[in-house]
Nanobody
Framework: QVQLVESGGGLVQAGGSLRLSCAAS????????MGWFRQALGKERAFVAA????????YYADSVKGRFTISRDNAKNTVYLQMNSLKTEDKAIYYC??????????????????????WGQGARVTVSS
């Protein structure tokens, strides 16, 4: 079992930046991949970014590629999402999630919400125009 706690959400103007953090506890952090998802009002939860267990590979949704950066610090049991050039359409609740395991890494799997078994409480990001 993995416990996840997000922080860093808030209100920012379009074009601004925010960094989300997600602290993990429980299962050894370096043994599983991590992902970020977001859910806008009235929409389904959607994949944003993922990082493999060694931090050697990352993958992004097309909508955030070039603007967002996912990273992790295995010594601190923390994954980050740096969000730059924010747009009003980025407004959502952002969730970090732990992969069921870290053995398989391919886009069809790491973007699949069903492959994540533990979730944080969510961090609200609001982007004003």
């Amino acid at each position: 079992q993995v416990q996840l706690v997000e922080s860093g959400g808030g209100l920012v103007q379009a074009g601004g930046s925010l960094r989300l953090s997600c602290a993990a506890s429980g299962r050894t952090f370096s043994t599983y991949s991590m992902g970020w998802f977001r859910q806008a009002l009235g929409k389904e939860r959607a994949f944003v970014a993922a990082i493999n267990r060694s931090a050697g590979s990352t993958y992004y949704a097309d909508s955030v590629k070039g603007r967002f950066t996912i990273s992790r610090d295995n010594a601190k049991n923390t994954v980050y999402l740096q969000m730059n050039s924010l747009k009003t359409e980025d407004k959502a609740i952002y969730y970090c999630a732990s992969d069921i395991d870290g053995s398989d890494w391919y886009p069809g799997r790491i973007t699949d919400i069903r492959m994540y078994d533990n979730w944080g409480q969510g961090a609200r990001v609001t982007v004003s125009s």
